[in-house]
């Protein structure tokens, strides 16, 4: 059975590989492998201190633990699961036990292996005993972390599908993306490790985590403890046991959430009141039942407040609390993007505001209004409170303005890039249980970032003016300021919206029932995006790019920029204020010229790609006229067929 589902496994990759897929496996695998080397080299290094390279281990394989728990889970299903056998008459264990070899037989897998081979290299300095422990314990590790992505994954999409299930996956998502956006403290704790070591909690924490249990057998053999030896190997394998009961108890149908939310009764669904009659009150009541009901819209509305509220945290370890003011600004910025694909959540749903022409201002007005109903209350508690935590009146007017020009600019961006930027997802109904089963979104939240911190920038900057010129007014303009932006952000980019769902309403939801965005060679405006044609290379240039902008620009570059403008010693940990007084300010500037160049760099890709989708157009328009001029079928004459000229 082991080796049938191997086979099976091999073959079901084999004929799904296509060039996209075989890129970006090639690009993580050799991201991957530069991380398993960089890892052995790690079990190489010497330090002053002897318990420094144990802590550095313990980290790093709670590093790749991590990683493999959050991967596979939010990367969607594996191409072999339980639920593809549901109906053969195999017994569970025996599956599982299939599916875990199935599951070793891959890239990640033989990456993961190679970077515990560290253990066995910082066996080999204590001893030939701690080698001999350190085979088994590596083995362990490995199995471990295989099963725990499985169960996880398995549990979290169960969860998802229910509003508290909602939360739980929502909050555990933004804690990933909070580490991974602040995984370049690396470099500055690397810096502080090699001149103070670990704290001695936070290096008892570290030991005592699963996947440091073999490195803690590796040790104790090396200095004859028996106990300690044994101890934590026994340990991993009632560990492994556990979680291989566990996913094999996982792999039958699941029954932990509803999959259908429960409606009102007919009371509570009857419509009241004068503004229920109104087509935006009836928009606004369905959306709001929406937000109320959808476990998807429950994650929208978790991640940015947890995402906001735990990136705050990490500066309260060094007793800084000068982000505190600024969480209600971030969850509005947060959940501008995380909320961007609103038409996209609701699958083919489109067509019921299709049926009443003239009705598509209500339908995004009552959206807009919707999202603020939601987040207005949420942003401005957090604001209030982040203040009265960090105790600090001059930062009133900077969240204030901040939190402002978030909200109203972040509700005209997340309607324009619904409809402009739609990606498709699956009907609520038929959504799988994984949490990120509703299209890849990655590009229409990066955009969505940027654009609403582009209307919070009018009045940040008035703020800055203010504080630099030394301007009490001037500071205090910032508000009024973000009120005006914020305004005109709602209403024009709002309009915008309306009209081009009224325009290319039935070309969304053709996109939405088939994936495959529509094209008229004789309307240009209708050239598929650029997101949809960009190869797997040009991608990586420009998300990497963005990357670097984002890096450089945001916490390197303007974040230390204030805290040297408030004239606090906070160092946090920001390269600009840990080198001498006289490069502080170049290197505040240099980063903040590496975010502009970064974010250059990503326009510059995207514009040369939007230049062939143009230049693939006309040509495409060129034949079609030259058929029409020889008087013979379009379909005839343009290579590549009717598909070529119609679908992108």
Request: hydrophobic residues 55%.
């Amino acid at each position: 059975m082991v080796g049938v589902l191997i086979r099976m496994r091999l073959a079901v990759l084999r004929n799904t590989a296509t060039g996209d897929k075989m890129a970006w496996a090639a690009a993580g695998g050799t991201v991957g492998l530069c991380l398993a080397i960089a890892t052995v080299v790690l079990a190489f290094l010497d330090f002053s201190q002897p318990k420094m390279l144990m802590d550095l281990l313990a980290v790093t394989f709670g590093l790749w633990a991590l990683g493999w728990m959050a991967g596979p889970t939010f990367a969607g299903e594996p191409p072999l699961g339980g639920q593809h056998f549901l109906r053969q008459p195999i017994e569970r264990r025996t599956l599982a036990f299939g599916l875990l070899a199935a599951g070793l037989v891959s890239v990640t897998a033989a990456v993961t292996l190679l970077a515990f081979v560290a253990l066995i290299v910082f066996a080999a300095r204590l001893g030939v005993v701690a080698v001999l422990v350190s085979l088994p314990a590596v083995v362990l590790m490995l199995l471990l972390v295989v099963l725990l992505s499985r169960v996880v994954s398995l549990l979290f999409g169960a969860l998802a599908r229910s509003r508290v299930g909602g939360v739980v996956t929502a909050t555990v998502t933004a804690a990933m993306i909070a580490l991974a956006s602040f995984s370049w403290v690396i470099f500055v704790g690397v810096y502080l490790l090699l001149e103070y070591g670990f704290p001695s909690r936070l290096s008892t924490f570290l030991r005592w985590l699963p996947s440091s249990w073999g490195l803690l057998s590796v040790e104790a053999a090396g200095r004859g403890d028996i106990g300690w030896t044994v101890g934590p190997l026994l340990g991993l394998c009632a560990l492994v046991a556990v979680l291989f009961l566990l996913w094999t108890r996982l792999l039958g149908p699941q029954r932990l959430a509803r999959a259908v939310v429960r409606g009102s009764s007919a009371e509570r669904a009857a419509p009241r009141g004068r503004a229920a009659r109104s087509d935006l009150g009836a928009f606004y009541l369905k959306e709001m039942r929406t937000w109320a009901r959808d476990p998807l819209r429950t994650q929208n509305a978790t991640l940015p407040a947890a995402f906001s509220i735990i990136s705050a945290l990490f500066p309260l370890i060094l007793d800084y609390t000068g982000f505190l003011p600024f969480i209600g600004a971030a969850t509005a910025l947060m959940a501008a993007s995380t909320c961007a694909n609103a038409y996209g959540q609701d699958g083919t749903a489109l067509w019921m505001t299709l049926m009443l022409p003239g009705r598509e201002r209500a339908d995004v007005r009552a959206r807009q209004l919707a999202w603020l109903t939601v987040f207005t209350p949420l942003t401005c508690v957090m604001t209030v409170v982040g203040t009265l935590v960090h105790g600090d009146a001059a930062l009133v007017p900077w969240a204030v303005a901040g939190n402002v020009a978030a909200l109203g600019g972040g509700a005209g961006v997340l309607a324009w890039i619904a409809v402009a930027g739609l990606v498709p997802g699956p009907d609520p109904h038929r959504a799988k249980n994984t949490p990120l089963d509703h299209g890849d979104v990655t590009g229409q939240s990066f955009v969505a970032f940027l654009l609403t911190a582009l209307t919070a920038a009018p009045a940040l900057g008035a703020a800055l003016a203010g504080h630099l010129l030394d301007l009490t007014w001037l500071l205090r303009a910032s508000v009024p300021v973000a009120l005006v932006t914020a305004v005109a952000g709602y209403v024009l980019l709002g309009d915008l919206a309306a009209r081009r769902l009224r325009d290319r309403g039935p070309e969304l939801l053709q996109l939405m029932r088939t994936g495959k965005r529509r094209t008229s060679v004789d309307d240009l405006a209708d050239t598929p995006s650029a997101f949809q044609t960009m190869p797997p290379r040009s991608q990586f240039l420009m998300w990497g790019s963005m990357a670097i902008g984002i890096l450089g620009l945001f916490p390197q570059g303007l974040v230390p920029l204030g805290i040297k403008l408030s004239g606090s010693d906070a160092k946090v940990w920001f390269l600009a204020l840990y080198v001498p007084d006289f490069w502080q300010w170049p290197v505040v500037a240099g980063m903040i010229l590496i975010g502009l160049a970064g974010f250059g760099g990503m326009l510059g890709v995207y514009l040369s790609e939007t230049r062939k989708v143009k230049e693939r157009a006309w040509k495409a328009l060129r034949i079609r006229e030259a058929a029409e001029r020889a008087g013979a079928p379009e379909a005839e004459q343009a290579p590549g067929g009717p598909d070529r000229l119609t679908h992108a």
